[in-house]
């Protein structure tokens, strides 16, 4: 079975840093993208960034470009959100998910393309 598990959320001031972790395992393909969303208390959950496994495309959506950064480890079973210059409109639940085939445009513009997601983590800023 396919798992994620997000992990590094926490209470950072504006302006400051975070790195979010999505650990992924199950999968028995080298080729799936793995995107990291978020929702924020009554908006609908909304695409950051997703990144291909595959050949390492990523995707930035308007929110997340400049300011944030995606990058896996060497196994590729780890993604990283590298969050700076957070702002108060950062705050929400933040959910890693991922499905098959390279294609970061195609699953960030949708969270309801992707079919396996973890749990989520909190990010709260604080002004």
């Known amino acids: 079975d396919v798992q994620l598990q997000a992990s590094g959320g926490g209470l950072v001031q504006a302006g400051g840093s975070l790195r979010l972790s999505c650990a992924v395992s199950g999968f028995t393909t080298d080729d799936y993208t793995v995107a990291w969303f978020r929702q924020a208390p009554g908006k609908e959950r909304e695409g950051v960034s997703c990144?291909?496994?595959?050949?390492?495309?990523?995707y930035y959506t308007d929110s997340a470009k400049g300011r944030f950064t995606v990058s896996p480890n060497s196994a590729k079973n780890t993604v990283y959100l590298q969050m700076s210059s957070l702002k108060p409109d950062d705050t929400a639940e933040y959910y890693c998910?991922?499905?098959?085939?390279?294609?970061?445009?195609?699953?960030?513009?949708?969270?309801?393309?992707?079919?396996?997601w973890g749990r989520g983590t909190q990010v709260t800023v604080s002004s």
């Open positions: 990144f291909s496994t595959f050949n390492n495309n990523t």
């Open positions: 998910g991922a499905d098959v085939g390279a294609r970061p445009y195609y699953y960030c513009s949708g969270y309801g393309r992707i079919r396996y």
